[in-house]
């Protein structure tokens, strides 16, 4: 299998041609959250890349990390992106975590006035 190869240039304000190299498969998982607006410093420390959700999947090998993004516009909207080497890891991690996630999902219910599973994705790049 070819390797998956995604580029992120830099504007010119940080540099200029600069590039990230990312060339392995990946698997994201993207959900959308409106936040209660006396949650969201809650929301932020357990959401976040070090939070609460991430020591869970950081139990699973083929977890790469979590990205939380903050609408600019709508401060109670967030978008997170928990990346995984492939969706076989992300379903193994469900299969063996199950219920830690229940659990933590149960926890974290009251924080939000609600969540959307927007969908997983995978790595694309051009020529097949």
């Not at 219910?109 to 995978?122: I, P, V, Y």
Request: glycine share 6%.
């Amino acid at each position: 299998m070819r390797p998956h190869v995604l580029l992120i240039s830099l504007p010119h304000s940080m540099g200029g041609k600069a590039q990230i190299k990312h060339d392995k498969p990946m698997c994201v998982i993207i959900w959308e959250y409106q936040v209660k607006a006396e949650r969201v410093i809650e929301f932020e420390r357990i959401y976040a890349s070090n939070g609460v959700w991430a020591e869970l999947f950081r139990k699973e090998e083929g977890y790469l990390g979590t990205q939380l993004l903050r609408d600019s516009n709508h401060s109670q909207r967030y978008i997170t992106m928990d990346r995984w080497v492939s969706s076989q890891a992300y379903n193994s991690f469900q299969a063996k975590w199950q219920d830690e996630y229940k659990a933590l999902d149960e926890r974290c219910k009251d924080l939000t006035d609600s969540e959307s599973f927007l969908g997983t994705f995978s790595s694309a790049h051009p020529g097949g």
